[in-house]
């Protein structure tokens, strides 16, 4: 059933995203409804294909729909080029045309692979996303943004590339590790600090209840977030100025992934101390008032993320901030909060205060809290 939907508005590569629960049930009707081709590949991953590939395929297949799956392995390093060459060859043997549609069923990792080559595979072929997990629920699978790795830098290749709609189904969630809903709530309280005050003291009142998967919460979690988020991809869709403020704990967040290769902090959790030392930042510089900083990091940390100190060095955490895509002429850019609800975009920090305010995060994450 189709409880909510909210639209994303971008003149002719408009699209909805539908929210509900059983929704494999209407998936193919809403494939009809849009006009979708008939000839489908699903993409996803083992984990995934476990749980929910048989359901989607024979709901596909009974609406006359001719549907091949590809299954690949779980996890970030299938990202890359070589995974991408992987698929176009399996597409290719499979005879898979222009008049084609490919479903991304699965988290970011499977957004982003199959919402690039939807993107890329003879020219671009039409896209749906069905998101998993979720962060990819409430950030990644809106907004058009696909890519694959480079050895020398995370998302390096890739496009903005619409879906034709998304499809949230919170009940996948039931099967997803419980460290990955710890994820997914590291950028949901990023849209609460960034855009919402009034979001970020309901995800302070039932952070419990969501944590729990209660599904009245759940769900309006999911559409605020989409809601915030289409917002901004409409006003700004190539990221140019505005969607930049989504950023928030990224700046150090990509680089505490980095600095971790990738191996050690998931992007959530990444994001979450990012957030936590950029708040720091906000403070220190005197633009955020301390009874503010305080309630964002009391509320960021009731979130477990398991950091040993030992496996970063700051140096190294810098090192990697200066390779992000974001930085502007080799200085690290940050979205710093100013009060709940607001961002101010800042160039100049200085190093020792970034290292500061690393300093803050691990010596949180020693006294075992995180
Ligand atoms: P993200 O959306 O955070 O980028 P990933 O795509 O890396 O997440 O997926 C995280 C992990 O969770 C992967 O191992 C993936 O196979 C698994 N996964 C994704 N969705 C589900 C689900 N609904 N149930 C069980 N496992 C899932
Ligand atoms: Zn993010």
């Not at 390093?77 to 699965?106: D, E, F, M, P």
């Not at 997990?133 to 696909?146: E, I, M, P, Y």
């Not at 290769?261 to 720091?280: D, N, Q, T």
Request: glycine fraction near 8%; include cysteine; proline fraction near 4%.
């Amino acid at each position: 059933m189709i409880q909510r939907q909210i639209d994303v508005s971008l003149g002719d590569r408009s699209y909805p995203v539908y929210f509900g629960s059983e929704l494999t049930a209407s998936f193919a009707p809403t494939c009809q409804q849009h006009g979708i081709p008939r000839r489908i590949v699903i993409v996803t991953d083992t984990n995934i294909a476990r749980h929910y590939l048989a359901p989607l395929e024979n709901n596909l297949k009974h609406f006359d729909f001719d549907v091949s799956s590809v299954v690949i392995p779980p996890g970030e390093n299938q990202k890359s080029l070589q995974r991408a060459h992987v698929l176009y060859t399996a597409l290719l043997k499979l005879g898979v045309g222009r008049k084609s549609a490919i479903v991304a069923l699965g988290g970011g990792v499977i957004g982003d692979l199959a919402g690039f080559i939807a993107a890329t595979y003879q020219r671009g072929v039409t896209l749906i996303q069905v998101p998993t997990t979720l962060l990819s629920q409430v950030d990644s699978s809106v907004g058009g943004k696909v890519a694959v790795n480079h050895p020398l830098g995370k998302n390096m290749i890739g496009a903005f590339y619409q879906p034709k709609f998304v499809w949230v189904d919170a009940e996948t969630l039931r099967t997803l590790p419980a460290r990955e809903i710890v994820c997914g709530l590291g950028e949901v309280l990023k849209y609460g600090v960034v855009f919402d005050a009034e979001f970020f003291a309901y995800l302070e009142a039932n952070l419990d209840n969501i944590l729990k998967l209660e599904p009245a919460s759940v769900l309006h979690v999911q559409a605020r977030c989409c809601e915030l988020k289409a917002h901004v991809v409409s006003e700004d869709e190539r990221e140019q100025g505005l969607r930049a403020v989504l950023n928030y704990g990224h700046t150090v967040g990509h680089a505490l992934e980095a600095a971790g290769h990738y191996r050690i902090l998931k992007h959530g959790e990444a994001v979450l101390l990012g957030m936590i030392a950029e708040s720091f930042i906000a403070r220190e510089m005197g633009l955020l008032p301390p009874d503010v900083h305080e309630r964002i990091v009391q509320t960021l940390r009731r979130l477990p993320v398991k950091l040993a100190r030992s496996s970063f060095s700051s140096s190294r955490v810098l090192k990697a901030m200066a390779f992000d895509k974001k930085s502007v002429e080799g200085k690290a850019r940050f979205i710093l909060p100013i009060r709940l609800g607001e961002v101010q975009v800042v160039d100049e920090v200085d190093v020792p205060l970034i290292q500061s305010s690393l300093r803050y995060v691990f010596g949180l994450a020693g006294k075992g809290s995180q």
